[in-house]
């Protein structure tokens, strides 16, 4: 998500086992295993509520059949951290595959914080890097407690027990499953240590263990998805947001829209626009489109793409704040033959397959909300502002959520703020469900930043990197957020400079500067944030220099991923970095840019602590235009919990930036978006998806992410075939502008 998580998910500080696990409650007979509460016990009555007074919701809870619940304290959008967090405790407690079950946990901060960045939520791929051991230990104790329950009713030593696959047995023939047991397991002392199990004990660590959400997804079962919820006397609300980002509401004639059986009201959303509330989806959606809206557009961003690039392209040749300033770039650039290139990224919408969608009932001092919330605690803080509750009075019901890519997180949460705002002038205690049509969502904002790098660069007598000058122009993300205090230092967003800060291909002379233009369109981290912009601008230029250099370009890259850098971080990046150059290399059967009739091209990234290099081949058609056939893929993340899952992250990652780099910009005429759906906004199609082969490197480091960083090498290894067709490196996005697609 932001560049704090980018650092803390190779080594996310977690607190003290004993400080946050222990023993919570037992829910209708049956064992709990919480995280962050104190040692309490409660147990449950003939009505089903706990007999004592304070119960504590757990990670891990084992109902009397048997079956064990895991909560998960993220959002899953499709990436599979339920299966993942579900996977770490049925490998610790031994269960079967079969009787574990997930559910999103509630909005409470101090028992689910996301232990990256100290919030609940999701982000940043820090899902199982932050929960890795979080997890894993509370199976170990669900498991430890419920030997001892065994030990105790059976009077043999917990030492001679054992746990195989939901069944606790003993030599004297005694067995038992989980349900048996999990009462009285309730009563034992929670172990001040428990022991998790080695690698060579895995039972489903890195090895196989199949979603647990698919079933459901499959059939179309109720209420997985927002889109989903269904509450007796619901109404549907649309809203009729300002065409220009900023504009507002100056006059509205709805008496027109009124006229439309089912609907019931119309309202001014101060600050967001014109709300429909009907009895339904359909009336409430004809009706908006009757409404007669004049908008006031003093102060509003006003402004077109082509006036806008003009003046980043102007920024981009001034200096700016400086990032890093390694040796004397400007002497060595000056001394020698530059390579040079500019290059512009659009603003991108997320284009999930699911627009936002969420419901609220607002009932005296409490609110319920249903949704997938990707930042329980921001969302549940901003409902609670806006209604003038605590935030404890409101209560967030996590669903599933049909992608996300960063949309369904922002900051200021200016979906939950329209959602509470309409609710509170509705007054009324009546749920609402807010829907964002396909339309709506393209046209919101919240975009990934528009850019322009310009990239000044020269090669020494040896055809190695003498100096780089890196000048990037980008909106900043954080400013003007909460983040900002800790995510902008001296000017500087650290989201805008991933992927070049750390910039480790030797060279003993590297300059960055960062110019933050303030443009009044919503921006929002991107499926893998400032590294969708990076990762395609260095490893372009590493190509060209490669060219340059009359050098193969995995040569090229391996020359100066393994010559030492003098820094030691660098030189551990490297490492990393080589590894699964080399591994896709072989995977590929690499002998040059040009197979056949067909080109290649190669990019290694990292971004969120996990490396990866991907090689895209490419078939070029007569009247010039390309299609990508094939792309390989090396992953390093570390441990991989569910190597398949991985792979499915990888080769969705893959599809997801190649869409983006083929078709996909976000223009702006007047300040007003041009695109509106899937028909001028598009999304890759089924015909243009090339065939991918992922391997995941065996790995006994700790767990990375993997629901980002199979983005960002895609475009510039297809950026970089087709430099080798061409001679010319495409450095406009998307490739259809210059007709290559």
């Avoid at 996310?12 to 829910?27: D, E, H, K």
């Avoid at 009546?430 to 090669?459: C, F, N, W």
């Avoid at 551990?572 to 009739?597: F, P, Y």
Wanted: a negative charge; proline letters at 5%; hydrophobic letters at 45%.
């Amino acid at each position: 998500m932001f560049k704090m998580i980018d650092h803390m998910s190779e080594s996310a500080p977690r607190p003290s086992r004993r400080s946050f696990l222990q023993m919570s409650a037992i829910a209708a007979g049956g064992l709990v295993i919480g995280l962050g509460a104190p040692a309490r016990v409660a147990v449950a009555g003939a009505s089903g509520e706990a007999a004592a007074g304070d119960m504590f919701t757990p990670f891990v809870r084992i109902s009397p059949d048997g079956l064990v619940t895991v909560l998960n304290k993220h959002l899953d959008m499709g990436q599979g951290n339920a299966t993942g967090l579900a996977t770490l405790v049925a490998d610790e407690l031994d269960a079967r595959h079969d009787q574990m079950r997930a559910e999103f946990a509630p909005a409470e901060v101090d028992k689910y914080k996301n232990l990256a960045f100290g919030m609940q939520g999701t982000g940043g791929s820090t899902a199982i890097a932050n929960s890795f051991m979080q997890y894993r230990e509370a199976g170990a104790t669900a498991r430890a407690m419920l030997v001892a329950a065994a030990a105790a009713e059976w009077g043999v030593p917990a030492s001679e027990i054992v746990v195989r696959e939901g069944t606790l047995s003993h030599a004297s023939g005694k067995s038992a499953g989980f349900g048996d047991l999990a009462e009285k397991a309730a009563t034992m002392p929670v172990p001040e240590t428990v022991e998790v199990k080695t690698p060579d004990r895995w039972v489903f660590i890195g090895k196989s263990f199949p979603r647990l959400d698919v079933p459901n997804k499959t059939v179309g079962a109720p209420r997985t998805y927002g889109m989903d919820v269904q509450r007796e006397n619901m109404l549907v609300a649309v809203l009729e947001r300002p065409h220009a980002f900023g504009a507002r509401v100056k006059s509205v004639d709805a008496a027109e829209a009124r006229k439309v059986p089912g609907v019931v009201d119309v309202i001014e959303v101060p600050d967001h626009g014109v709300a429909v509330l009907a009895t339904s989806t359909w009336p409430a959606i004809k009706a908006r489109g009757l409404l007669e809206i004049e908008w006031d557009e003093t102060g509003a961003e006003t402004r077109s793409s082509d006036t806008l690039f003009d003046a980043y392209r102007k920024l981009a040749a001034s200096d700016g704040p400086v990032f890093r300033d390694d040796g004397d770039v400007a002497a060595i650039l000056a001394a020698g033959d530059v390579v040079e290139e500019t290059f512009e990224f659009p603003y991108l919408a997320h284009g999930m397959m699911e627009p936002m969608v969420l419901t609220i009932h607002v009932d005296g001092d409490k609110a319920d909300l249903w949704y997938p919330s990707q930042f329980q605690t921001v969302d549940q803080g901003t409902a609670a502002k806006v209604l003038g509750l605590k935030p404890e009075n409101v209560a967030i019901h996590t669903l599933y959520a049909g992608g996300s890519f960063g949309r369904r997180t922002s900051p200021d949460a200016r979906h939950i703020v329209e959602l509470a705002t309409i609710a509170r002038i509705w007054g009324k205690s009546q749920p609402i469900k807010l829907v964002y049509t396909r339309e709506d969502d393209t046209r919101a904002g919240y975009y990934r930043p528009m850019g322009v790098h310009r990239v000044r660069a020269s090669l020494d007598g040896d055809g190695n990197i003498a100096g780089w000058h890196h000048r990037i122009v980008q909106q900043s993300l954080m400013a003007g957020t909460f983040m900002e205090a800790f995510a902008v230092k001296d000017g500087i967003d650290v989201t805008s400079i991933e992927g070049v800060e750390d910039f480790s291909y030797k060279t003993a002379n590297f300059k960055g500067e960062l110019h933050s233009p303030k443009v009044g369109v919503p921006v929002l981290w991107w499926r893998s944030v400032g590294h969708t912009q990076t990762a395609y601008v260095v490893e372009g230029m590493i190509d060209r220099l490669a060219h340059a250099a009359k050098a193969d370009p995995v040569e090229f890259r391996r020359r100066h991923l393994s010559a030492p850098t003098g820094n030691e971080e660098h030189d551990a990046i490297n490492r990393r970095k080589l590894a699964v150059l080399d591994k896709v290399a072989d995977m590929a059967g690499w002998s040059g840019s040009k197979v056949g009739d067909r080109f290649r091209g190669v990019a290694v990234h990292k971004s969120f602590g996990t490396y990866v290099a991907e090689i895209a081949e490419l078939s070029k058609a007569e009247d010039g235009t390309f299609k990508v056939e094939k792309v390989w893929c090396a992953v390093d993340c570390g441990v991989a919990v569910n190597p398949d899952n991985v792979k499915a992250q990888m080769e969705g990652g893959i599809g997801y930036g190649l869409g983006a780099i083929l078709y996909d910009e976000i223009t702006l005429t007047d300040g007003h978006v041009d695109q509106q759906n899937f028909d001028t906004y598009l999304p890759i199609r089924m015909d243009a998806m090339p065939a991918v082969e992922v391997e995941v490197i065996a790995s006994a480091e700790a767990p990375t992410g993997a629901g980002e960083p199979g983005t960002p090498p895609v475009g510039p290894a297809v950026a970089n075939a087709i430099l080798a067709a061409n001679g010319v490196l495409p450095v406009v996005l998307p490739l259809t502008k210059a007709g290559l697609v």
